[in-house]
């Protein structure tokens, strides 16, 4: 099989989540162009509704209407935040510092994702939360009033980094957050376009409460770590050529093209442009034969949190040995992602080790047939979707979770096959 042909790309899910939540805690009306519609992002409407927030859906527009946070009122009901792990991260510093007492609530899946990594320095704000075991959801926020401080965060997660930055515009006063590496910054480019006192140097970021948030039209990226599973797919299989439109492109976000930099793929960036402070662009990537094998480590990882998986199998494609590490926070995600590549990789005949933090990958071997799982995790289900161009014998166990991020992916993958 070969991929063939062109796909206009959904709005990426990380800026879909923040300019809801940005726009909904600033002053006026905005105009949300390209927001991703998948279940993670219904969450998020949801929630802010059931806060107050007037938001109405149209079929190629949402429209968000602010108050700052007067528009937050006390909820009736839990807040669910379903499956959404940026809903609920971002939730807890949206809430921390308000008058207001609420419960935040998710799925089987999110109730198993930590979240003391974000209420341990929103503590630090002066931010009331309870957890279920100190850890996990569902969560009780309680009224407090925020403090600002200086906070060194000793992970590094743009979900943990933006929960903070939420909190701490409830102060008048400056708080510094210094990273540890550097993380997706789309809270940063959206904070800066929307008027906030933000300033960034290096890891180190400034802001405070002193300017109010305004409301401003947004037009939505197409999600980069969507397309890696189409770039990937061309490259595995001959014959194929794809244009990827309206790409995000974010500095942040670009590990994919670092890595197909470092295994001698070429590709093309076209009509490049910026939306709101946010870079994109069409990518233009045929297949290739004699791609190197790679290795994925140190800062790199967070930038390719949800390529991971696509990469793997990338790397069973390819000759030599990939290596994957530094990539623990893999464990945490929707499922243990490591576990879950290696797992089914492995029963497709894939020549992978797993480690205490990564993965060891030696290509190039032939995919057969097999009965895999998805582990309830829209990017294991992606890449083994991609997996079936190489081999249709493949059956995927769990294989609707697609919508939790890219709710017509099989339509545009089905689009593109020859």
Do not use: W
């Amino acid at each position: 099989m070969k991929l063939v042909g062109e796909i206009i790309l959904p709005g990426d899910k990380s800026i879909s989540h923040r300019a809801l939540m940005l726009n909904a805690i600033s002053y006026g009306k905005a105009t949300i162009s390209n927001l991703l519609r998948s279940q993670d992002i219904l969450a998020t409407i949801n929630v802010l509704r059931n806060l107050g927030v007037k938001i109405e859906e149209f079929e190629d527009q949402v429209i968000v209407y602010g108050r700052g946070f007067s528009s937050l009122k006390e909820p009736q009901v839990a807040l669910d935040c379903q499956n959404s792990g940026t809903t609920a991260r971002l939730l807890l510093g949206l809430l921390a510092g308000l008058d207001i007492n609420a419960t935040i609530i998710g799925d089987n899946s999110l109730t198993k994702r930590p979240m003391k990594r974000v209420t341990d320095y929103l503590l630090s704000l002066n931010g009331k939360i309870v957890l279920t075991n100190e850890n996990y959801l569902p969560a009780k926020v309680l009224s407090s009033k925020i403090k600002a401080s200086e906070i060194h965060l000793h992970i590094s997660s743009a979900q943990v980094k933006s929960a903070l930055m939420l909190a701490a515009l409830k102060s008048q006063d400056t708080t510094i957050i210094h990273e540890l590496s550097k993380s997706r910054n789309h809270t940063e480019l959206m904070l800066d376009y929307l008027g906030c006192d933000i300033e960034v140097n290096d890891l180190s970021i400034k802001l405070s409460g002193k300017k109010d948030l305004i409301c401003k039209d947004i037009i939505i990226p197409g999600d980069l770590s969507s397309a890696a599973f189409f770039i990937i797919g061309c490259l595995i299989n001959p014959g194929s050529a794809v244009l990827l439109k309206n790409c995000g492109l974010n500095p942040t976000r670009i590990g994919l093209l670092k890595v197909l930099d470092m295994i001698n793929a070429q590709y093309e960036i076209l009509n490049r442009r910026t939306y709101g402070n946010e870079i994109c662009g069409d990518i233009y990537i045929k297949y290739q034969d004699g791609l190197r094998s790679f290795t994925i480590e140190k800062d790199l990882v967070p930038l390719l949190i949800d390529e991971i998986p696509i990469l793997a199998l990338l790397a069973t494609q390819i000759e030599g040995t990939s290596i994957i590490k530094d990539a623990n926070d893999l464990r945490v995600k929707e499922s243990d992602r490591l576990n879950a590549i290696y797992e089914n990789l492995k029963k497709l005949g894939g020549n992978i080790y797993q480690t205490e933090d990564g993965l060891i990958i030696k290509g190039k071997t032939e995919l057969h047939g097999n009965i895999v799982n998805t582990y309830h995790d829209h990017r294991i289900s992606m890449m083994l979707k991609v997996a079936q161009t190489l081999c249709k014998e493949i059956k995927i166990e769990n294989d609707c979770v697609d919508n939790i991020s890219y709710p017509n992916f099989v339509i545009d993958l089905q689009k593109l096959l020859k």
